[in-house]
């Protein structure tokens, strides 16, 4: 017997509520990546946690945002001009803004992010071809050798700087340049 409105119905099955399966969601507790280090801009350190946190669930869920992530740098703070991501790698990689490993890495996530992105399908098969866990994985590591690159190590040495101006104007001797 079913409620409806808090009174038995048991003659009138339309007069009775539909009943389904129901399994609870919790909240993820968290990734096994670290987060994002607190020198990285809100809206890329949001994506990365969240590619973080999907990456067992959905690799291209994971891929997808990570790619979100690098079109974000590289526009916001590589400085590209073109609106496409694989442009924008290649101005990148044709001005060598970025140390060797990290150049080879961002191609390898135009690659990945575009099996996320967009359906491609394997010559050989015909069947779409997915972002594996471990490509995701070296996405997010991609991602987290960018974050070093353009906030992390930038933010300690100005940390550094700041130390050493600080000692420096206390012992009456001109600031660093």
Not at 99 to 109: N, R
Request: hydrophobic share 40%.
């Amino acid at each position: 017997m079913r409620l409806v409105n808090g009174s038995a119905h048991p003659s009138d099955p339309s007069k009775m509520l539909q009943v389904h399966y129901a399994r609870p969601f919790y909240p993820k507790e968290g990734s096994s990546r670290k987060p994002a280090p607190v020198d990285v801009p809100k809206g890329l350190a949001e994506d990365y946690n969240e590619a973080c946190l999907v990456l067992n669930d959905s690799p291209k869920a994971s891929a997808a945002l990570s790619r979100r992530c690098l079109q974000a740098i590289l526009r916001d703070h590589a400085k590209t001009k073109s609106k496409d991501l694989a442009d924008q790698i290649d101005e990148v990689l044709a001005g060598n803004l970025l140390p060797s490993h990290l150049a080879g890495a961002i191609d390898a996530v135009r690659n990945l992010g575009n099996f996320a992105a967009h359906p491609v399908k394997s010559k050989s098969s015909g069947e779409i071809v997915e972002v594996e866990q471990g490509e995701a994985d070296w996405l997010l590591e991609t991602l987290e050798g960018l974050f070093d690159f353009y906030f992390v190590q930038p933010a300690d040495l100005q940390k550094k700087r700041d130390a050493l101006n600080a000692k420096l104007a206390a012992a009456g001797k001109p600031q660093l340049k």
